[in-house]
């Protein structure tokens, strides 16, 4: 198993659903999780973190993590068409405090 | 304050050809990180420094590829010889270390980089 995984998608919504991203990790990372969002041709850009089990919201952000199955999630509220771009969850190594990166999902909101 | 900073933007090269590529820190900063992304393997860490000092070099490809850090606020990443296998957008990251868990990395502009 990877240390972190994703469904590299892409993920299709309407405009003003909401998506929802999940990431699953494995025993080699510790309980630091770090959602980056990155547009097409531009460097990733953090978005959420979140270290505690259970929901972490901001504006139209929630990460959510469920360290008993191993996920961490985030849903996007009301989701806009800026909001299409490849999420990558990334989490703390536990060796040496490195992030290890999943592979991104691509996330596409149609108006 | 000025993020990240990364020279050349672009870079386009030939087989067996020397590059280097150049990072600054965000000032303050004493943490660096060189990734690699590409389509098929995503984004992959190459080498990572803590205050000066190589922590984990092991995603660094094979001999060709070495990276420093002159002193605490600029890195240098260089191929030699490079190999169309190395065309990938390179980035660089920095971080304040200080030994929480909750350190955020930020993220350079990326050189991208294409070997003929």
């Known amino acids: 198993q990877k240390e972190v995984e994703q469904n590299s998608g892409p993920l299709s919504v309407p405009e003003g659903a909401i998506a929802s991203l999940n990431c699953t990790y494995s025993d080699r990372v510790s309980q630091s999780f770090f959602w980056y969002r990155q547009y097409s041709g531009k460097s990733p850009e953090l978005i959420m973190s979140i270290y505690s089990n259970g929901d972490k919201e901001d504006g139209r952000f929630t990460a959510q993590l469920n360290k008993a199955s191993q996920y961490v999630s985030l849903l996007i509220r009301d989701s806009q068409p800026s909001d299409s771009a490849t999420y990558l969850c990334a989490a703390v190594y536990n060796q040496g405090g490195k992030l290890i990166f999943g592979q991104g999902t691509e996330l596409s909101v149609k108006p | 304050d000025a993020g990240v900073i990364q020279s050349p933007r672009h870079e386009v090269t030939e087989m067996g050809q020397e590059v280097t590529l150049r990072c600054k820190l965000i000032?303050?900063?004493?943490?660096l990180f060189w990734y690699r992304q590409t389509m098929m393997r995503g984004l992959e860490l190459l080498i990572y420094?803590?205050?000066?000092?190589?922590?984990?070099d092991s995603g660094m490809p094979e001999d060709r590829f070495s990276a420093k850090m002159p002193n605490a606020s600029f890195s240098t990443l260089k191929i030699q010889p490079s190999e169309p296998r190395d065309s990938a957008v390179y980035f660089c990251?920095?971080?304040?270390?200080?030994?929480?868990?909750?350190?955020?990395?930020?993220f350079g502009p990326g050189t991208r980089l294409t070997v003929l």
């Open positions: 000032s303050g900063h004493n943490s």
């Open positions: 990251a920095s971080r304040y270390l200080s030994g929480a868990h909750t350190d955020t990395q930020y």
């Open positions: 420094f803590n205050n000066n000092v190589p922590i984990d």
